[in-house]
């Protein structure tokens, strides 16, 4: 009996997303296997805005940066682990990543109506990658287009009300390396500015 290895291709596809829910930009095209960081440094070369005192929230496997946020790492982040939202943060890094998910949360409910509103994202095997490259493109513009005009209302936009968060992979950057520690403390800063404003707000 022979065994038959399948291979999968796959995109890396870059989105990012505002929180109505639409797509503001998107990069089709890297392969699978490719960094997410490495994708990230493409699509600032390829018009990804990048605003002063602007942040993009991103998950762990991106590197952090002055326009990326991302979570503190061996730290309670996903909402389930904050019982849904009802546990009280215990100390600044707990609070700034339940801040951290439920805003970044939109990113997973905007993908998760997308891949089942338009089933063929799923499999896409037998178009070259080009085209799998357009027609993801499409998918996103069409999601737009149905959200802005609001076409209609159904069960896609219910079902994912609620976030269904990925696990975040602990990836070291490069083009950090340098000035890591100074990022860091610049995120430990906005992390201890928010817990001072929400102890006052406690003792009020």
């Known amino acids: 009996m022979n065994a038959l290895n399948h291979l999968v291709i796959s995109q890396n596809v ?43 929230l991103a998950d762990a496997g991106y590197a952090l940066s002055k326009n990326v946020l991302t ?49 063929l994202l799923h499999n896409m095997r037998c178009y070259s990658i080009p085209f799998q490259g357009q027609l993801i493109m499409c998918c996103f513009m069409l999601h737009n287009i149905i959200r802005l005009t609001h076409l209609y209302e159904d069960e896609f936009y219910a079902e994912y009300d609620r976030a269904h968060e990925d696990e975040m992979l602990p990836v070291a950057a490069e083009e950090n390396a340098l000035n890591y520690a100074a990022l860091n403390n610049w995120k430990e800063q906005l992390a201890q500015d928010m817990w001072n404003d929400y102890v006052e707000n406690l003792n009020h």
């Open 14 to 56: 870059l989105a990012a997303v505002n929180f109505d829910m639409t797509f503001s930009y998107a990069l089709v095209g890297w392969e699978g296997s490719a960094h997410d960081s490495t994708v990230l440094d493409d699509a600032k070369l390829r018009g990804l805005p990048l605003l002063n005192n602007k942040f993009y």
């Open 71 to 119: 979570p503190f790492r061996g730290v309670r982040y996903h909402l389930k682990e904050f019982g849904g939202g009802n546990l009280r943060p215990h100390n600044k890094y707990e609070l700034y990543n339940l801040r951290h998910s439920t805003k970044r949360n939109v990113v997973e409910r905007i993908l998760g109506v997308t891949k089942n509103r338009f089933p």
